[in-house]
């Protein structure tokens, strides 16, 4: 990726929040795939999400966390819903504050779209146990 020289402030906070959350290698992975077609798109997301909302005094990254989830599993976005439990091993939010969301999930988004997020939730935390990830032992 050919990052532009004038980095702005939102874009290196955005940077340093994204890598804190979703972790090194996932970010280096994405950084490693954009091409100059999307380019622009991955600065939107990463000032727009990362450096402006993520960023934001007022929510810890564990009450960011559950919500995006249930944002995400409600509008039935399954490879962000697992990338984002995924990261919730770097967010604070545990396996039952992710069960919780998705109750929430079930009654104001639809059954459906809880059931897909659970469904995507147990896979992503089998996944770390057999990953030998310390946090997939505490999430499922």
Same mark, same amino acid.
């Given at each position: ?11 290196? #906070? ?17 950084? #490693? ?36 989830? #249930? ?10 819903? #697992? ?58």
């Amino acid at each position: 990726m050919t990052l532009p020289t004038d980095r702005s402030s939102r874009w290196t #906070a955005g940077m340093a929040t994204r890598r804190s959350v979703l972790g090194d290698t996932y970010v280096d992975a994405a950084s #490693a795939r954009t091409t100059p077609f999307d380019e622009g798109f991955q600065t939107f997301i990463t000032e727009g999400a990362w450096g402006s909302v993520w960023s934001r005094p007022g929510l810890t990254r564990r009450e960011r966390s559950m919500i995006t989830i #249930a944002l995400l599993a409600a509008l039935g976005h399954d490879e962000e819903v #697992a990338m984002h439990v995924r990261a919730t091993r770097n967010t604070g939010a545990s396996a039952e504050d992710v069960a919780e969301t998705l109750m929430h999930v079930a009654v104001y988004a639809g059954v459906p779209a809880a059931n897909r997020a659970y469904k995507i939730a147990k896979e992503v935390y089998a996944e770390a146990r057999t990953d030998g990830d310390a946090q997939g032992e505490n999430h499922g």
